[in-house]
């Protein structure tokens, strides 16, 4: 029989375990804050399709910090990358290893990859430019959102220009 100062000390030990395990989740967590996914109307169907942002050629889903794609050569900014998927980086770190990425074309210090297909379940919000389409008509743009609005939960936005997202 145990006496009540050893379950005492034995719920102590326990409270302290639980405390040390809290504060290696909290430490190993990175918080990584709002991290955006710039996509194609093409791709976001598939994106969408599969549920999931898929590595693709680079071998990791690119990420970034930067809320618009920079204007400079050697940027997507061919007028094709109007889909902005704005992604919950802290629940995202919790789950998946987020590393920065020198790609020697882009010279981005904002960029960031993940390893792994990304599910569709990290994203809050998504953002499709609407007004500034130079390749896709605003009818298909429509098309897109509605279509994304039926199969997800996720908010989507018609924006005009990428801000900042704010949760």
């Known amino acids: 029989m145990t006496s009540k ?3 005492l000390e034995k719920k102590i030990i326990d409270l302290k375990l639980e405390l040390i395990f809290r504060e290696y989740i909290l430490r190993e967590a990175k918080q990584s804050g709002i991290l955006y996914h710039f996509t194609t109307p093409s791709k976001i169907l598939e994106i969408i399709n599969t549920q999931k ?3 693709g050629n680079e071998k990791y889903v690119s ?7 920079p204007n400079e050569k050697g940027y997507f900014n061919t007028g094709e990358y109007l889909i902005r998927l704005n992604i919950d980086g802290n629940n995202l770190s919790e789950n998946y290893k987020i590393s920065p990425i020198s790609d020697i074309n882009f010279h981005d210090d904002q960029e960031e990859g993940v390893l792994k297909d990304i599910p569709l379940k990290y994203v809050k919000e998504i953002d499709i430019l609407i007004s500034d ?5 605003k009818e298909i743009m429509e098309f897109l959102v509605n279509d994304i609005t039926k199969r997800t939960n996720i908010k989507i936005k018609r924006i005009k220009k990428f801000q900042v997202y704010k949760i």
């Not at 389409?133 to 008509?137: A, K, L, N, T, W």
């Open 5 to 7: 100062f050893e379950k």
């Open 133 to 137: 389409s130079r390749i896709f008509s």
């Open 53 to 55: 942002i898929k590595k």
């Open 63 to 69: 990420l970034t910090r930067n809320f618009q794609l």
